[in-house]
Nanobody, 116 residues
Framework: QVQLVESGGGLVQPGGSLRLSCAASGFTFSIYYMNWYRQAPGKQRELVAAISTDGGLTNYVDSVKGRFTISRDNAKNTVALQMNSLKPEDTAVYYC?????????WGQGTQVTVSS
């Protein structure tokens, strides 16, 4: 059974940091690209960060470049998103996503709220 379980969300003040983690099981993690998406209320889901199978390539949406860092540990089947200098506009539900060709898996999401 495929599972992607996110953790680490919560309430943080502007300028603060959070680290999201996603634990994967039930598939061959190391051959899947891993991605973090987010969806704010009333908005479409957007791709925030992506990482290649070996971690050598990463990509970010412009709005988080320089603030967020995606990483993965293929030995532990985990992917993380380190979020620094958080802004109110980063408030959203964050989803872990695994993708390889036509196969795609999603986590249940974790809420991140940036507010004073």
């Amino acid at each position: 059974q495929v599972q992607l379980v996110e953790s680490g969300g919560g309430l943080v003040q502007p300028g603060g940091s959070l680290r999201l983690s996603c634990a994967a099981s039930g598939f061959t993690f190391s051959i899947y690209y891993m991605n973090w998406y987010r969806q704010a209320p009333g908005k479409q889901r957007e791709l925030v960060a992506a990482i290649s199978t070996d971690g050598g390539l990463t990509n970010y949406v412009d709005s988080v470049k320089g603030r967020f860092t995606i990483s993965r540990d293929n030995a532990k089947n985990t992917v993380a998103l380190q979020m620094n200098s958080l802004k109110p506009e980063d408030t959203a539900v964050y989803y872990c996503n695994a993708r390889r060709r036509r196969d795609e898996y999603w986590g249940q999401g974790t809420q991140v709220t940036v507010s004073s």
